[in-house]
C-alpha cells in the first residue's frame, strides 16, 4: 500500500478515476465537492493540479494543488494568478 501513496499520477490515471462517479462528484459537486466548473475536462483539471507542469503529479504536488484550491480569497487568487503568468513569460522570453 505504501507503494500506491508514493505514486505519481499522469493524466491518464486522473482520467481513469474521474470515470467513478464518487471520486467525479468530490471534484465537480457543488453541494459535497470542490464545485470545479462543470465545463472542465479531466486534461483541465490535471493542468490545474499540475504545479510545476512536468506531466505527473507527486502526493505532495496534488495535496498543495488542493490546499491552494480550498483555501483561496480573492486576493490569493490574483497572487496565483500573477505568479503563473510570470512562469509563462519567462518561459517565453
Not at 18 to 30: A, E, I, S, W, Y
Not at 48 to 62: H, K, T, V
Not at 83 to 93: D, E, F, H, L, Q
Request: include cysteine; charged fraction near 30%.
Amino acid at each position: 500500500q505504501s507503494e500506491d501513496i508514493e505514486d505519481t499520477v499522469s493524466v491518464g490515471k486522473l482520467e481513469e478515476a474521474l470515470k467513478d462517479p464518487n471520486v467525479k462528484r468530490r471534484f465537480f459537486g457543488k453541494e459535497d465537492g470542490l464545485g470545479m466548473p462543470p465545463s472542465f475536462s479531466s486534461r483541465d483539471l490535471f493542468d490545474l493540479l499540475d504545479r510545476d507542469g512536468n506531466g505527473e503529479l507527486s502526493p505532495a504536488e496534488f495535496k498543495c494543488a488542493l490546499f491552494m484550491i480550498l483555501n483561496k480569497n480573492e486576493f490569493q487568487s490574483r497572487c496565483y494568478a500573477a505568479v503563473s503568468m510570470n512562469k509563462i513569460r519567462a518561459t517565453v522570453i
